[in-house]
């Protein structure tokens, strides 16, 4: 009988010799430093969980996959896998040309040597691959506003695998998987893959599908980048091995994978089974709503629940890896179990706690039924997500310029300083011109920078507990979003849009500023010879004009409330 998913996957590193020579020569090579997305995907080349991937996507093999979901030679591959590079590091190549790839502390992973150059219509992309061309798409946000605009291809020469200094052990490539299947006399292995925490349902369904496909089991959780906002991969594995003692230590296995998600929903899973079956497994659970986004711009699903699971059926013989359609699992009180939903009668009370509601709970410190997740887990969640009131935060306040931002902030600073328990830092303006970018004009580029510094320095505040209040002017959309995506990683981010009107500021000209962007004196002045995006859905919009300072300070105060970080 043979075993094909037991045999070796072919990888793309060079030996031992051979790599500590070619260190040596890749150091007179032009290099670029990858972005942590990319290094996911060079890992993964590298150790054949790409395979037939031979290296970045060249011109052909790309528009073959966008529009077909296949490589130019007709093999099924439904992800574009590309180096993005900026205009001047692509200027800077002549075709042909080895390039090194470093990682961001600068060793050398891997040689490519660049075959292809483009740049690529990203609108035609994020609508074939994401099916819309949506920036509250996450993957398509990171398309068009933190990808290069031009894609380089070519062959990869593996040197070494990243660096990972955290769960070693837990750690597997495509061909250490294939091996430890291949000594413990695995034939059949269901893969479940996840980048949640795993609660009592996911228990009760993983053990579920290895039972229908008479499968062992390996728990496949995403280590590389998820979504913004989801639980921290060190918090979720240490709630995956708080909960491996609820399996059967003979047939269940656990392995982290450091993939960078794209939550491509249909394409996602097609994506997830191709590279499942380099990892050496028969069978796949595919989810409702499987690696999908969440809401789109008009409040929608991205994809529909099936979706996924139907596109995998159709391209399932090809993938070569069994599709386990996932059962959606509810607690039914009655019979104190939990049961697949399609098959409950009427008249029983069924039991559910959203995701919505599970963060509600924990931001709130309430209780969190056992029925629902084990005590193990629930406690690791709430060491790192203890409730909203002792959790730092984030107030950003932005309008133009002369709008009242700074005065707000500096009276709502006093008032969290009386109230106490948690330290207040103030990033106005001025003070993070003179201490954190003094260097930097008022061009778009360096107003850009400026306003990350500030997503920075308030992100690490929050992270430790504190509170930050930022007033600039924060004129554009795109920046505004990172710095809010920085800061929910560790945080709540209140954004404060203090909508005074042009005329007023204009009136009140405190600095004398508007008279000289008037005279054309200043350049690039927001309101007047450069846009101010305003905030489509910030957590509270100020009106000044009329009202004094100190109850537009209240009214932020009552917001934070409102939102559970400061206790009423």
């Known amino acids: 009988m043979s075993m094909p998913n037991l045999a070796p996957v072919p990888e793309l590193y060079v030996s031992y010799e051979s790599a500590q020579k070619l260190k040596v020569e890749a150091g007179d090579l032009p290099s670029w430093d990858l972005t942590p997305r990319q290094i996911c995907d060079l890992e993964l080349l590298m150790n054949g969980g790409f395979n037939p991937l031979k290296g970045f996507l060249n011109e052909e093999d790309y528009n073959g996959v966008v529009e077909n979901m296949r490589l130019a030679d007709g093999s099924l591959w439904p992800m574009p896998i590309t180096l993005d590079v900026s205009q001047a590091f692509a200027d800077s190549l002549e075709p042909g040309q080895d390039i090194a790839l470093r990682d961001q502390e600068g060793v050398i992973l891997a040689i490519m040597s660049v ?302 300083m009386e109230m106490g328990g948690r330290p207040v830092t103030l990033l106005d303006g001025d003070v993070v011109r003179k201490h954190l970018s003094s260097e930097l004009g008022f061009s778009k580029e360096h107003r850009d920078i400026n306003i990350r510094r500030i997503g920075y320095v308030a992100s690490e505040i929050t992270k430790n507990g504190g509170i930050a209040i930022c007033a600039p002017i924060a004129p554009y959309t795109a920046t505004r979003r990172a710095v809010r995506e920085m800061i929910e990683a560790y945080g709540a981010f209140c954004e404060v849009h203090v909508a005074t009107s042009l005329e007023e500021c204009e009136k009140r000209d405190r600095k004398g500023l508007y008279k000289l962007a008037r005279e054309g004196k200043i350049k690039e002045f927001t309101g007047i010879s450069d846009p101010y995006e305003v905030p489509e859905n910030p957590e509270l919009v100020l009106d000044t004009e009329g009202v004094d300072v100190d109850n537009c300070a209240h009214q932020v105060l009552l917001k934070l409330e409102q939102m559970g970080l400061v206790a009423g």
């Open 115 to 416: 075959t292809d150059s483009w740049t690529p219509n990203k609108a035609r992309e994020a609508e074939k691959v994401f099916g819309a061309d949506d920036l509250a798409h996450p993957a398509v946000n990171y398309l068009h506003n933190e990808a290069g605009p031009v894609y380089l291809g070519g062959p990869v020469t593996g040197i070494q695998p990243p660096m990972h200094y955290d769960f070693r052990g837990r750690r597997d490539t495509p061909n250490e998987l294939r091996a430890h299947f291949r000594k413990l006399g695995w034939r059949r292995v269901v893969a479940f893959q996840t980048r949640n925490p795993l609660h009592r349902a996911h228990q009760e369904l993983t053990f579920r599908a290895a039972k229908e496909a008479q499968a062992n089991l390996l728990i496949h959780p995403i280590v590389g980048m998820t979504k913004p906002g989801d639980v921290d991969h060190f918090t979720r594995v240490r709630c995956y091995e708080a909960v491996l003692d609820k399996y059967p230590a003979a047939t269940t296995s656990m392995s982290l994978l450091s993939l960078a998600m794209r939550m491509a929903g249909p394409r996602e899973a097609v994506w997830h089974g191709l590279i499942r079956g380099n990892h050496g497994v028969t069978h796949f659970i595919v989810g409702r709503d499987h690696a999908g986004p969440g809401k789109n711009s008009a409040g929608e699903d991205f994809y529909g629940p099936y979706d996924a699971q139907e596109l995998y059926k159709a391209h399932e013989a090809e993938i070569g890896v069994e599709m386990v359609p996932f059962k959606h699992m509810v607690y039914v009180q009655e019979r104190a179990q939990y049961e697949p939903a399609d098959e409950i009668e009427e008249g029983v009370t069924v039991l559910n706690i959203s995701g919505t509601e599970l963060r509600r709970r924990l931001a709130e410190g309430l209780e969190i039924p056992e029925w629902f997740s084990f005590p193990e887990v629930v406690a690791e969640l709430r060491k790192t997500r203890p409730p909203r009131a002792q959790q730092g935060f984030t107030v950003f306040l932005t309008g133009l310029s002369g709008s009242g931002k700074s005065t707000i902030a500096n009276a709502l600073m006093v008032k969290l």
